[in-house]
């Protein structure tokens, strides 16, 4: 069993920035997918970014070149630096991670909070 804690959420001007952390615990990290989803209300859960166990990246073309995904497998946590935020990139945003060879082990995180508003 895997947990996944995220952090560093809050409030923040629009072109701001901001760097989550997922830390996870119980696990192998390294060879779980970590990816980050977003929910703003009323709206579904999307897919933001997502970083393989062997540091492939790729991203949602609304966050591309702003967002950077990453992680620390000595640390055993990813990371979602975030740059040039906008009200649109408010959301909960939650890390979930998937064991790239056993797909029945998959777990997400409680969410953070980020608010971009002036």
């Known amino acids: 069993q895997v947990q996944l804690v995220e952090s560093g959420g809050g409030l923040v001007q629009p072109g701001g920035s901001l760097r989550l952390s997922c830390a996870a615990s119980g696990g192998i990290f390294s060879v779980y997918a970590i990816s980050w989803y977003r929910q703003a209300p009323g709206k579904q859960r999307e897919l933001v970014a997502i970083?393989?166990?062997?540091?492939?990246?790729n991203y949602d073309d609304s966050v591309k070149g702003r967002f950077t995904i990453s992680r620390d497998n000595a640390k055993n946590t990813a990371y979602l630096n975030m740059n040039s935020l906008q009200p649109e990139d408010s959301a909960v945003y939650y890390c979930?991670?998937?064991?790239?060879?056993?797909?029945?082990?998959?777990?997400w995180g409680q969410g953070t909070q980020v608010t971009v508003s002036s």
């Open positions: 970083i393989s166990s062997d540091s492939n990246t």
């Open positions: 979930y991670a998937h064991h790239e060879l056993l797909l029945k082990y998959h777990y």
